[in-house]
């Protein structure tokens, strides 16, 4: 089994900033894909920014120039830094991990104010 564990949600101003971080633990032998999802009130899950094991990243439009991800893959975490925040930023940020099979986070919300 894999748990992952995010952090660094909260409250804050639009143009403000906030980093993510999420940890997997459990029975890993190699993990894949990690990435970011986020899902706004009344909204499907959508993807925000995956990374490959290999550094390979692939981001929302919404997003681009914004967000950056990146992973430590010794550690198994991946972390979103997300600066220029936007209102319709707001959301369930989740954490997703591909270990063979695919693994969600608890979610950590980030709201957005104008």
């Known amino acids: 089994q894999v748990q992952l564990v995010e952090s660094g949600g909260g409250l804050v101003q639009a143009g403000g900033s906030l980093r993510l971080s999420c940890a997997a633990s459990?029975?890993?032998?190699?993990?894949?894909?990690m990435g970011w999802y986020r899902q706004a009130p009344g909204k499907q899950r959508d993807m925000v920014a995956t990374m490959s094991r290999g550094g390979t990243t692939n981001y929302a439009d919404s997003v681009k120039g914004r967000f950056t991800i990146s992973r430590d893959n010794a550690k198994n975490t991946v972390y979103l830094q997300m600066n220029s925040l936007k209102p319709e930023d707001t959301a369930v940020y989740y954490c997703?991990?591909?270990?063979?099979?695919?693994?969600w986070g608890q979610g950590t919300q980030v709201t957005v104010s104008s």
């Open positions: 997703y991990a591909e270990v063979g099979n695919d693994y």
């Open positions: 459990g029975s890993i032998f190699r993990v894949n894909v």
